[in-house]
């Protein structure tokens, strides 16, 4: 199959949807399906491979002030037709992107929405009062994101029922498909024993507010004051809370707190080996790829119960606190784990997963929708 996937931005930049865009399509390359990746650079245009799969990145100097809203790939899209004529299936991620419902609306006008699938990775929610009011206005605008296309996939329970919620959609036009790890998946249980006076924690992820790593630096600062455990905290990641997060490290004077910027693969890997316990404090999550991560990589994960995060509160060694935290019982709950045998694993097969898995998944509905009508697929 010829298969064009298109968002915002695509690797080197790092993030959730970048990561999944990624992984997926990377294990359909080694399938043996032809991928065309499409997304936007305030740089120079330019197209080149990066690990088999042919990338298309269209230059515009103002998306990122439009909320990813492209004024150049109107104009793309007349230069490189043939891409868009040629492809089996146009496969679009990311409600929160404009680029996305520009092109879903660009596509549908063309005549391709019978190729059309739509991955929102969809939250709901702003994560502040300007952004919730962002939100109840883009809802009016995005539905045709929803209508337009033949499937829409999501990657969790949860973000199906809010998008049920939240618009008027057919539960027969979705499908769940989880994502994937790029980490072998333990099919038998391991013990974890934490004894030592100095513990590793990791964060992977975006620096933004809603990720709730100000609730993790106040809990490191009341374990370290009460000086009988040492904790050192490495965060994985960039974003446009930094700032304030530096600002915090300096007002509560920690001096174990490693901000690494990005990191390659291999250095995330050496990561999760070299930690103890694995921390997402978060307000939202369509899914959370590193917390399954982070379990397969046999980490002690604490999670916040909320959202897509609740479905992973009941895998072994996962344990849910409430959100917003309270940092003193967060605080106390990891001084807990200590000298504790915490099992990990087993896991539930639907949610912790390999890339291999998902992209069969992918391949078979891409498969499906091209042999039969709309309405052929299935929830189930």
């Known amino acids: 199959m010829k298969i064009v996937s298109i968002y915002s931005s695509y690797y080197p930049e790092r993030g959730g949807i970048q990561n999944v865009i990624r992984f997926l399509n990377e294990r359909l390359q080694f399938m043996g399906h032809s991928i065309q990746v499409i997304c936007l650079t305030a740089d120079r245009a330019s197209h080149e491979v990066i690990n088999g799969v ?10 990122s002030y439009l909320y990813s809203y492209s004024i150049s790939f109107k104009s793309f899209y007349f230069d490189n037709k043939s891409v868009f004529d040629q492809a089996d299936i146009i496969h679009v991620h990311g409600y929160g992107s404009l680029f996305s419902w520009q092109v879903i609306r660009l596509f549908n006008s063309r005549g391709y929405s019978s190729k059309l699938i739509f991955t929102p990775h969809y939250e709901g929610i702003g994560f ?7 939100h109840a206005i883009y809802r009016h605008l995005a539905k045709s994101s929803f209508e337009q296309p033949k499937l829409i996939t999501c990657v969790s329970e949860y973000e199906k029922n809010n998008l049920l919620g939240h618009f008027q959609i057919d539960p027969q036009k979705i499908k769940v498909i989880g994502n994937g790890i790029n980490y072998p998946v333990p099919h038998k249980p391991t013990v974890k024993i934490i004894n030592k006076k100095s513990i590793n924690i990791l964060f992977a992820g975006r620096l933004e507010r809603k990720k709730g790593i100000q609730y993790l630096l106040r809990t ?15 965060l994985v990641g960039e974003g446009s809370y930094s700032d304030n997060l530096r600002n915090i490290v300096s007002e509560l004077e920690l001096i174990n707190v490693h901000f690494m910027g990005q990191v390659s693969d291999d250095e995330l890997d050496s990561l999760y080996k070299s930690s103890d316990m694995f921390v997402l404090l978060s307000q939202s999550e369509a899914y959370g790829i590193v917390v399954a991560e982070a379990l397969a990589q046999g980490l002690i994960t604490i999670v916040s119960n909320t959202t897509a995060l609740t479905e992973f509160v009941g895998e072994a060694g996962c344990i849910g606190v409430d959100y917003p935290p309270n940092v003193n019982e967060v605080a106390a709950l990891i001084k807990t784990l200590v000298d504790r045998e915490v099992v990990i694993g087993p896991f539930n097969s639907k949610k912790i997963r390999s890339w291999a898995t998902v992209a069969k998944e992918y391949e078979d509905s891409y498969a499906m929708l091209i042999e039969k009508p709309y309405g052929s697929i299935s929830s189930e």
């Open 54 to 63: 042919e990338v298309f990145r269209v230059a515009d100097s103002y998306y």
């Open 220 to 234: 490191l600062s009341i374990v370290n004051r009460e000086g009988d455990l040492k904790i050192n905290l490495f």
């Open 128 to 134: 502040s009062r300007f952004r919730n009011l962002l």
